[in-house]
């Protein structure tokens, strides 16, 4: 259930560019980057997994970058950014890191873990963008320490 380094930038990345788009900004490869502390190669790697999955939108040029449309700000949930990054394996992967966990054949936590799981999962479902960008407006919570 843990998320891969890609998926954490990917909705760290996420979060910065609904922010500028609110701004009515376009966010650049560099700016975010900067914001989400990772390196700019592997940064456009995740931008143009977001950009393919239909995420975020991408303008080329001197004034472009990266943005999102408020509708996706408004409507878009966290699962689907980890779907478009990590897949949608994602909810069977084992907290143990088992490839074989079920069950029918459960890693020592299964039964302890599947309540939190469901749990976790829900979250995932029903947090959206503009939830999370409203509560880092507001100071209430941060991407950077």
Known sequence: MTLSKACEHGIRASLYIAQQSVL????SLKDIALEIDAPEAFTAKILQQL??????SSIQGP?????MSKKAIKELKLIQIIHAIDGD????????GLKLCSEISPCP?????????KDYLKMLQKTTIHTMISSLNEGISCLKL
């Open 51 to 56: 950009v393919r999955q239909g995420i975020i």
């Open 24 to 27: 009515i900004e376009r966010a």
């Open 109 to 117: 936590v299964h039964d302890q873990f599947k309540h939190i799981k």
């Open 63 to 67: 004034k472009g970058g990266f943005s």
């Open 89 to 96: 394996t994602f909810e069977n992967k084992c907290v143990l």
